[in-house]
Every structure is written in C-alpha cells, then in structure tokens.
C-alpha cells in the first residue's frame, strides 16, 4: 500500500467539506498528485482487514486495557445518486423508517476512558443473487450481519487484543453470538434484549417460557433467568425512560457478568453510545459519504481511507483533549482565514 497517498488522502478527507473528489485533491496540490494515480490508489485492491490492522495497531497496543469494551453496530452510508452495484443497494434504515440507497458498514470500536478507536469493520456486499417465490431475481449478501460479527471477534481474538465487555444492541442478541462470547471468547457482555424474546426464572418448569415483554420486571432491580436455547443464566435489568415524544418506553438489557448491579449494568451499556459518535464523525468530519468513486473496488478504498481518516482525527483528540467536531470547526476555521488574508491583499481597482 503507497502510505504517502493513504496519508495525504485521508488529510484530504478531513480537510474537504463539500464532496471529496480526487481533482480538488489535485488541485490543491498544484497537480503533485493527479486525480489518475489516487484512483489508482483507490482501485488498487489492498483495502483488506490485514491492513486496515497494521495501520491501527501501533495506536492501539499502547491504550489496551484488559477492562476496556468492544461495541458492535452497523450504520447506513446514504449514496442516493450512485447506481446500484454488489455494494451500494438498498437497506431498511431505522432511523428514518424508509428503505434507502446506500451502503451498509458493521464496525467494531475499541472503548477505553474517552478513546474510542474503529479496530475492524465489514462492508455488507450483495454478491448473492437468488429468485424469490416469484420468480424475481434478488440480490443477497453472502453472510449475515451476526455471522461477520462473529467473523469479527474471532479475529480480535486472533490479534489478541485486551478487553473485558462486548456491547451490542438487540440485533446482535442471538443466541450463537452470546454462546460464543461465553463459552468461546470466556468474556462478558451487556446487551439490549428485545421485547419478544422467551425466558423462564432458574427453576421453572419449561413451559414457562413467556415473552420478555409479559414478565414483572421492576426498574432498579436484576432478575437472574434463563432464555431459551441459551445453556447459561442471564442476569436482567430493567430501564425505563421516556421516548422523545414524552412517550415512556423500556429497555432490557442482559448480562452474563453476575457482579454488575442495576446501575453498573446501566453504566457500561452507556458505552455503547461511543460508537454512534463513531458513525455521526465518519459522516460529517471525514467525508465517508462525499466521494464519487463509483465502482466497487474504489468505494471499499475510500471507505477505508474515511475510517483511517477517523483515527488520525481520534490521535490529535487524544493528544489535544479537543473533540473531532471543535478540530473540524478549527480546520475550517483555518481555510477561513487563509482566504480572508488572500483576498485582503488582492488589489482591486
């Protein structure tokens, strides 16, 4: 991988406040580097998870904490005008309520103190094609989202990397993913339950496996039970708050840590929300969703370069205590400035 242009790509995708096209990028260095040879760099096929590794691993091994927490969640990179292709399709997105054009990105963030580090992600790819009763041809992803999750950890494993939690959101609940946490990884996790999920207190007959939603879970509390096909007790608590539009709403959420409380529970799970600052810089501080590559193999290019370019922002956070959105503003702020000068010395007629 040509490192010089991974560095000043990235430099270039935290500096471009509009879209990231690779001519702005030759322009702003007098033509030092073309626009062809950063598409070749982008189409160069070196963008794999090997990589993406050996860049962050030097950041990584000196913050490791054998407490620290692994949050799990994947996010929508909206491309409304890019044709369709193995990568850019078409996803449900929750926080809208509408299927969308664009691409979808599972990520893994390391969380310790206040760094919070990408240590791998998987771009969903359609590449499947299958005919629905139909007769319609339909195009699918050859893994799941909890399959490549647990793809993930078995890679972070491999690596070795420290950590004492995985954080996850109720979509990433099922059963494999929390057997092989437990059993496989021996860590723990805490993670949102949905309403509809069947359980029975330790000692019941099994047929009293009932839904979450109908069980008299109190707030403040941790109830000790057993969900269905899980080999392994679960401890429950209970939050309840209230939904934006003042509607009061719960959240259940599990752990396999027997020594986590109601409000110890509570805090580490509040991690999680990490990796949707995660996602929310991706898209405004590092131009995740500006490029206008188009093919396959220059959009996984880009999108590993945005994610570098994430980190780079994460080293100067940790080195200035300067979040990723007040050093955009200083960038911008900069240019501003620059321009401001420029055009005061200009003489005009």
Same mark, same amino acid.
């Given at each position: /991988? #040509?490192?010089?242009?991974l560095?000043?790509?990235s430099n270039?995708?935290?500096? *471009?406040t509009?879209?990231a096209?690779?001519?702005?990028l030759?322009?702003?260095?007098?033509?030092?580097?073309?626009k062809?040879?950063v598409?070749?760099f982008?189409s160069s096929?070196?963008f +794999?998870?090997?990589? !993406?590794?050996l860049?962050i691993?030097?950041? $990584?091994k000196?913050?490791e904490?054998?407490?620290? +927490?692994?949050?799990f969640d994947?996010?929508? &990179?909206h491309k @409304?005008h890019?044709?369709?292709?193995e990568?850019?399709?078409y996803y449900?997105?929750?926080?809208?309520?509408?299927?969308?054009k664009?691409?979808?990105?599972l990520? +893994?963030?390391y969380?310790t103190k206040d760094?919070?580090l @990408?240590i #791998?992600?998987r771009?969903?790819r359609k590449?499947?094609v299958?005919?629905?009763?139909?007769?319609?041809?339909?195009?699918k992803a050859? !893994?799941?989202?909890?399959?490549?999750m647990?793809? /993930?950890l078995? /890679?972070?494993?491999?690596?070795?990397?420290k950590?004492?939690y995985?954080l996850t959101?109720s979509w990433y609940t099922?059963t494999d993913n929390?057997? %092989?946490?437990?059993n496989?990884?021996?860590?723990h996790f805490?993670c949102?339950l949905? *309403?509809n999920?069947?359980?029975k207190?330790?000692?019941?007959?099994?047929?009293?496996?009932r839904k979450v939603?109908?069980?008299?879970f109190?707030p403040n509390?941790?109830?000790?039970?057993e969900?269905?096909?899980?080999? !392994? @007790?679960?401890? $429950?608590?209970?939050? &309840?708050?209230?939904?934006?539009?003042g509607?009061?709403?719960?959240l %259940?959420?599990?752990?396999n840590?027997?020594?986590l409380? %109601?409000d110890s529970t509570?805090?580490?799970?509040?991690?999680?929300?990490n990796?949707? &600052?995660?996602?929310k810089?991706?898209?405004q501080n +590092? *131009?995740?969703?500006k490029a206008?590559?188009r093919t396959?193999?220059t959009?996984?290019?880009? $999108? !590993?370069?945005?994610?570098?370019?994430y980190v780079?922002l994460?080293?100067?956070? /940790?080195?200035t205590?300067? #979040?990723?959105?007040k050093?955009?503003?200083?960038?911008?702020? $900069?240019g501003?400035?620059?321009?401001?000068?420029?055009l *005061?010395d200009?003489?005009?007629?």
């Open positions: /991988m #040509n490192k010089n242009l560095e000043t790509y270039f995708l935290i500096a *471009s509009k879209s096209h690779s001519t702005d030759q322009n702003i260095t007098d033509s030092k580097i073309s062809d040879s598409y070749r982008l096929g070196q +794999c998870e090997k990589n !993406f590794w860049a691993k030097p950041i $990584l000196p913050i904490d054998s407490n620290a +927490c692994l949050s994947d996010t929508i &990179v @409304p890019t044709q369709p292709n990568i850019v399709e449900w997105d929750h926080t809208i309520n509408k299927s969308v664009g691409i979808n990105i990520s +893994c963030t969380q760094v919070s @990408p #791998n992600y771009v969903t590449n499947k299958i005919t629905d009763k139909n007769g319609k041809e339909k195009h050859e !893994f799941t989202k909890n399959q490549s647990l793809d /993930m078995k /890679m972070i494993k491999v690596n070795k990397v950590y004492r995985i959101d099922t929390l057997k %092989y946490i437990h496989n990884l021996n860590k805490v949102a949905k *309403s999920r069947t359980f207190f330790l000692n019941e007959d099994s047929k009293q496996f939603s109908t069980g008299d109190q509390e941790v109830y000790t039970l969900l269905k096909g899980l080999p !392994f @007790p679960v401890y $429950l608590t209970k939050q &309840v708050f209230q939904n934006g539009d509607k009061e709403a719960s %259940y959420l599990i752990t840590d027997e020594f409380n %109601y509570i805090k580490v799970y509040k991690k999680r929300w990796i949707e &600052v995660y996602h810089s991706l898209k +590092c *131009s995740m969703g206008t590559v396959v193999q959009i996984i290019g880009h $999108l !590993f370069c945005s994610i570098y370019s780079k994460e080293k100067l956070k /940790m080195k205590h300067i #979040n990723h959105f050093l955009k503003t200083k960038f911008y702020l $900069l501003l400035k620059e321009t401001y000068s420029r *005061s200009l003489k005009t007629a």
